[in-house]
């Protein structure tokens, strides 16, 4: 499987942006797909996923309602929605494969190379 993330860049507070991730190989039976962030200094955390059977698991409560994720098998493209961006989004999003949903960064082994996203006050 490999991954390759998009859709990254510079934006006001309140902005919104839409992240894709191209999953080459995607089995959407088999694989869950999972969105990451990492701001500098700090570990890479977990944002949202989204299961093979489709259901979504937040991660991050800040983003909650801010954020949603969704698919498209057919274009084997998964999205992060994200709006009311905040300056504290600020971070290198990544989107990662594995067979179910985790919280934690090590069950993914497969990673795309990361988009960045500056949310600016």
């Known amino acids: 499987v490999q991954l390759q993330a998009s859709g990254g860049g510079l934006v006001q507070a309140g902005d919104s942006l839409r992240l894709s991730c191209v999953v080459s190989?995607?089995?959407?039976?088999?694989?869950?797909i999972g969105w990451f962030r990492q701001a500098p200094g700090k570990e890479r955390e977990g944002v949202l996923c989204?299961?093979?059977?489709?259901?979504?698991?937040y991660y991050e409560a800040s983003v909650k309602g801010r954020f949603t994720i969704s698919r498209d098998i057919a274009k084997n493209t998964v999205f992060l929605q994200m709006d009311s961006l905040k300056p504290e989004d600020t971070a290198v999003y990544y989107c990662?494969?594995?067979?179910?949903?985790?919280?934690?960064?090590?069950?993914?082994?497969?990673w795309g190379q990361g988009t960045q996203v500056t949310v600016s006050s």
């Open positions: 989204i299961s093979s059977s489709g259901s979504s698991r």
């Open positions: 190989g995607y089995d959407p039976n088999y694989h869950a």
């Open positions: 990662g494969a594995n067979g179910y949903c985790s919280s934690w960064y090590g069950d993914y082994g497969s």
